[in-house]
């Protein structure tokens, strides 16, 4: 299944065990990574009220090549807590290791 809309968010954080979910990034619709849609934020927005930690793991090059603005939003992003972008378990596993 897709992950789109806020609604999925939730139904993923009620089946998550803790605080972070690991979403692969297969698992995300194209327009997830398409700011403009609204998609991401709304997403994002369920994990952050509900004081959940998001990763997105996974190779997201096509899309940073495409919009400056995502590759603001994911530098941002992966400076704070809430939200990670990381291209594999590996990167996470070093992240929180921090």
Do not use: C
């Not at 968010?9 to 009620?14: C, G, P, V």
């Not at 803790?18 to 403009?36: A, T």
């Not at 994002?44 to 495409?66: M, N």
């Amino acid at each position: 299944m897709t992950l789109r809309t806020d609604r999925d968010a939730i139904e993923l954080m009620s089946e998550a065990r803790d605080g972070m979910v690991v979403i692969p990034v297969e698992r995300l619709d194209d327009d997830f990574f398409r700011l403009k849609t609204g998609v991401a934020g709304a997403f994002i927005q369920k994990f952050v009220t509900y004081g959940r930690r998001l990763v997105v793991v996974g190779d997201i090059s096509a899309f940073l090549e495409e919009s400056s603005a995502l590759r603001d939003f994911v530098y941002e992003a992966n400076r704070g807590d809430h939200v990670w972008f990381v291209e594999n378990l590996e990167e996470l596993e070093r992240r929180l290791e921090k």
